[in-house]
């Protein structure tokens, strides 16, 4: 009897002992390779598609950052929604990226990711406040350029020159209710100082043509053309300077680095997980 009750206990103990080995074989698969796999592959699945519209975007960036006598010449509204959509693009992959630093699997990746899209989403919120600028002053030219420069008398002159006066005016007071971006407040200053040449042309230009005073006319003429091509000249050079010390391509640089790091890791996490 006893040597039954030892068998039947030794059996007992055999079946619990095979069943914690087989639970705790379940357990450490689920926890070492089924989660991680599991982890690895909601990532793909939540991010990889944001991330493929971000580099898609990135190449547009780096145009705009490289071309700006390109970017400023004009169709500043079409650009401005580019860079909007842009921008929406790298806020969707960072909101999707959400979670993802506290699991083991992705949070290197879930890092560089971020910093990628904090680099991208700050360099284009400091371009869209530049374009903002430039959109007053593209309304400004635009002004300028529907202006009736046909004169046959001295009456249409004058029109001319109180049209020309009126939109400086405009446009000088438009540009003077927004707050010039640090990085140009040398272009902003030469704009504003060719808007008040332009006053000040129009003010002597207006006093002459009501004296009937031809050659003060001729004279206030080539003066005016004189001090607005000095002031052109010095807006083309704080452009250039502008381009040369500008930050945005350093941080262009930066974001690229980010992209193929981030490509990488993405691969090698499809690899490992046979996703």
């Known amino acids: 009897m006893k040597t039954e009750v030892i068998k039947a206990h030794w059996k007992l103990y055999t079946v619990f002992s095979v069943l914690t080995l087989l639970v705790g074989s379940a357990l450490i698969y689920y926890f070492l390779f089924f ?17 493929l519209r971000t580099k898609d975007n990135v190449s547009y960036l780096e145009e705009t950052v490289s071309n700006w006598n390109d970017f400023v010449s004009g169709e500043m509204e079409q650009k401005t929604a580019k ?10 992959l960072k909101s999707t990226l959400t979670g993802f630093q506290n ?12 910093q ?8 284009l919120n400091n371009i869209l406040t530049i374009s903002e600028y430039f959109k007053k002053v593209e309304k400004s030219v635009s002004a300028f350029n529907s202006l009736n420069t046909q004169t046959n008398s001295i009456d249409e002159l004058k029109k001319l020159v109180l049209d020309f006066k009126s939109v400086s005016e405009s446009s000088l007071a438009e540009l003077e209710k927004i707050e010039a971006p640090q990085a140009i407040l040398g272009i902003d200053k030469d704009y504003k ?6 006053i000040e042309s129009a003010n002597l230009l207006t006093a002459a043509i009501e004296q009937n005073n031809i050659s003060e006319v001729e004279k206030v003429g080539k003066s005016s053309d004189e001090a607005v091509s000095l002031i052109a000249n010095q807006l083309s050079t704080d452009l250039t300077s502008f381009i040369e010390t500008s930050n945005m391509a350093k941080d262009m640089e930066l974001i690229k680095s980010f992209k193929k790091l981030g490509e990488e890791k993405i691969a090698k996490l499809k690899n490992k997980y046979k996703i």
Request: charged share 30%.
């Open 103 to 114: 699991k083991q699997e992705t949070k290197e990746l879930s890092s560089i990711l971020n």
């Open 35 to 51: 989660v991680p796999q599991l982890n690895a592959k909601d990532f793909v699945t939540k991010n990889e598609g944001n991330f």
């Open 193 to 198: 100082d060719l808007l008040r040449q332009y």
């Open 116 to 123: 990628y899209c904090d680099k991208s989403i700050n360099l």
């Open 83 to 92: 860079l909007t959509e842009t921008k929406k693009s790298f806020e969707d």
